[in-house]
């Protein structure tokens, strides 16, 4: 199913896509307008004003503090200048200075300088003095950065130091922008001996106080992106002091790069050590950090679902009402859905209709679906008669600017797929709405039959990305950047896909999957989903495209087809995930598989600290291969053309490595993932337990740092293939590598992945 989703998908895109996906096809969308909410103002910009006129009443807000100015948020801005000395770009605050180089996503890093850091010589940490607080109120979209190396220069944002937040002074580049690196552990306080592991800030007043003028913002840090460590902020936030973001993991290509965290509860009172916000290095590797910026977002309006008429006690479905709600949300709004809290009858939403988060035809931003009690995931149940997904990003016969889908949370949902009564196909093998549960309740969303993208999955966050480049730094409104699935948890898919990601610098961060499609193959093997599909209602657990996205801490038990499937894109991190196949028929092809029929170039990728473990029966199911580098086990790699792949015209199974070069504009090809040169994929301290083989490298072209993984046990499978691919065989096996060979790995030719 991977890989047929994957192709099915990509036809569909590139017929249709330039009709119904403006954005992600033909790069020719409409220029955003002045006065969109969506887009930020230069740091002395007028105010915006569609944001004013989308922003809650007065009374909503609360009120400014008594020592800062207490110009209401919708008044003109004062002429102040938040922008960084004139040696800055003078430009907008989040671009990065123009004297650094260029962050394309599709450039090698071999071709371009390296921005490691050096310590500028005499030089001081900055001041910890006060931040101005007399500035003026700030209007909503408004951004204030700080460049932290240069010194306090911003009256709104400023370093602090001294206990465990001091600092030193380094230079980034050729050009030596200054930068600020924290301690990792070591102190580098010139008055006291305290290990040294945050980089502090305090936000003025006059900016941001007790959620006033907004508890909501845009947190930018461009750091540099050495080491493969990670960091973490934490703020100050209505839920505690020390509130913290997901964890970003750097990928070590030596130059700046920018992380984004949408926070929607920020407090901003001074409570933390005096400040407001910091950033962890975790004391596993230095953090290098040259900018920090904030766009203040407007005050969100926050509706509970069940205002909109949804009822999770009743047994009527909720769609309508649902999808009602979606609809009325402007940019920056929250929708929450209620949790169980306990009550008895309580039966969760029931979805007989894909619910749509985007159907604006210009894409939407910073919004967020949640449950009310973080810690109770509400549940979002399919009904019988749901086709489709349960769950989409966006409607793509509505939204024609999904590159314009951006900064979107989903956090603490439950989404059943109902496989127990939903159908994939039905007796006559075909994905069409007849016997089966394909389909949309929305015209022209479904339009050709087996189109995958219409079949009875779960949750699809698909959007906008560029089928010709991975530019999404340089061209990012071609593509829906940081998305971000938080602690959900997706069971019982019937097919297709439990969860899918589309576009570039995803997070997918502590997400349970448990049970997707039905993987059972063999003769006389009875299924675990006894419907009347047969072969091939498989379901991968995530499935995953585009450049920078990071998936960490997910759980994933009982995917059909593979775990988590990587069609490519660089700079992804798959890391500490777990992975496992229950006893009984249950099986997988692969626990985690990185096969770019997509993008080719998966240079600076992780895959890093994942556990995988089978315990399906020999017979009936089990896990063919545990961790997959490479597509040519699935049928030697041998695919039409996709412009951004990399491999060999014609499919000669003992071809030599492309070299990086892309496939032919037409004709077959055999695909490959591409490692740049000094560069390398990262394949690090995973454990790997019962598979068929444990760890399969088959189509790698370019470097791989193979460092402290452990096999365990390999078992037997219904690997029909491991016993005849073309005259070749293989037992239960430890590793295999044949493409390239590595040292100590058997190599064997494995092509076929059933």
């Not at 295999?736 to 058997?746: D, K, Q, T």
Request: charged share 20%; hydrophobic share 35%; with cysteine.
């Amino acid at each position: 199913m991977a890989k047929m989703v994957f192709m099915k998908t990509t036809l569909t895109r590139l017929t249709h896509a330039c009709a119904l996906l403006a954005a992600a096809c033909s790069g020719s969308e409409p220029s955003t307008p002045a006065a969109d909410v969506g887009s930020q103002q230069d740091v002395e910009a007028s105010p915006d004003t569609d944001a004013q006129a989308d922003a809650p009443p007065s009374d909503t807000t609360t009120s400014a503090p008594p020592d800062t100015a207490t110009t209401a948020p919708d008044s003109e801005p004062s002429d102040t200048v938040v922008t960084a000395p004139d040696s800055e770009p003078s430009d907008t605050a989040t671009t990065a200075p123009d004297s650094e180089p260029s962050d394309t996503a599709t450039t090698a890093p071999d071709s371009e300088p390296s921005d490691t850091a050096t310590t500028a010589p005499d030089s001081a940490t900055p001041s910890d003095a006060d931040a101005t607080e007399d500035a003026g109120a700030l209007p909503t979209m408004t951004t204030i950065t700080l460049f932290p190396g240069d010194g306090p220069q911003s009256p709104y944002l400023q370093l602090t130091s001294g206990g465990d937040t001091d600092v030193e002074v380094v230079t980034v580049g050729a050009s030596s922008s200054s930068a600020v690196r924290s301690g990792n552990g070591a102190s580098l306080g010139s008055d006291n001996a305290i290990p040294d592991d945050y980089i502090q800030v305090d936000i003025a007043s006059a900016a941001l106080f007790q959620g006033w003028p907004t508890p909501s913002v845009l947190l930018e840090i461009e750091y540099l992106d050495e080491g493969t460590d990670g960091f973490v902020v934490e703020y100050d936030g209505s839920g505690g002091v020390f509130t913290r973001s997901h964890l970003v993991y750097k990928t070590d290509t030596r130059r700046l790069k920018t992380a984004s965290f949408l926070i929607k509860d920020g407090y901003f009172g001074d409570r933390g050590n005096n400040a407001d916000l910091r950033i962890d290095d975790l004391v596993d590797g230095a953090e290098t950090v040259h900018r920090i910026s904030l766009t203040l977002l407007p005050v969100p309006t926050v509706t509970n679902i069940d205002e909109c008429g949804a009822d999770p006690l009743d047994e009527v479905p909720d769609s309508d009402a649902i999808q009602r709600c979606i609809d009325r949300m402007a940019d920056g709004d929250t929708l929450l859905f209620s949790s169980a809290a306990g009550r008895a009858g309580y039966r969760g939403y029931l979805v007989d209709k894909t619910l749509f988060a985007v159907t604006r035809s210009d894409g939407g931003r910073f919004l967020t679906f949640a449950a009310t009690d973080p810690a109770d995931p509400a549940l979002l149940a399919a009904t019988r008669d749901l086709a489709g997904f349960v769950l989409r990003l966006m409607a793509r016969s509505a939204v024609h600017q999904s590159g314009r889908i951006d900064h979107i949370t989903f956090t603490s949902l439950h989404i059943d797929g109902n496989r127990g009564e939903r159908v994939c196909y039905g007796e006559d093998q075909v994905g069409n709405g007849v016997d089966d549960n394909w389909g949309s309740w929305l015209a022209g969303e479904c339009n050709e039959h087996g189109d995958p993208w219409c079949n009875p999955g779960s949750v699809a966050l698909a959007a906008g990305w560029n089928i010709f480049a991975q530019d999404h730094e340089a061209e990012p409104d071609r593509w829906s950047n940081d998305i971000v699935a938080e602690g959900l948890r997706v069971t019982n898919t019937e097919c297709g896909t439990a969860f899918a990601v589309e576009g570039a610098g995803g997070f997918i961060v502590g997400c349970t999957i448990d049970t997707a499609g039905d993987h059972v193959h063999a003769d006389g093997c009875a299924s675990t989903d006894p419907d009347a599909d047969g072969l091939g209602d498989w379901s991968d657990g995530m499935t995953i495209i585009g450049p920078a996205h990071q998936i960490i801490g997910n759980t994933i038990r009982d995917p059909s087809d593979v775990g988590i499937v990587f069609f490519g894109g660089r700079e992804t991190v798959i890391r500490d995930n777990e992975l496992r196949v229950t006893a009984g028929n249950h099986g997988a092809f692969a626990a985690i598989a990185v096969h770019p029929w997509a993008f080719g170039d998966v240079g600076a990728m992780q895959v890093v600290d994942n556990r995988v473990e089978s315990d399906g029966d020999s017979t009936c199911g089990g896990m063919h291969a545990g961790i997959n580098l490479g597509v040519h086990m699935w049928g030697n790699g041998c695919d039409g053309p996709t412009p951004t792949a990399v491999g060999n015209p014609g499919c000669d199974e003992e071809a030599e490595p492309p070299m990086g070069s892309l496939c032919p504009e037409s004709g077959r090809c055999q695909k490959w993932a591409h490692v740049p040169a000094v560069e390398t994929l990262v394949l690090r301290g995973n454990t790997v337990a019962g598979a068929h083989v444990n760890f399969l490298v088959e189509g790698v072209d370019g470097s791989i740092d193979d460092q402290g993984n452990i096999s365990v046990g390999p078992r037997s499978t219904d690997w029909q293939g491991a016993r005849d691919c073309g005259g070749i065989s293989w037992e239960a096996t430890d590793r295999i590598a044949h493409h390239p060979a590595l040292e100590g790995w058997s190599d064997v030719r494995v092509h076929c992945e059933r």
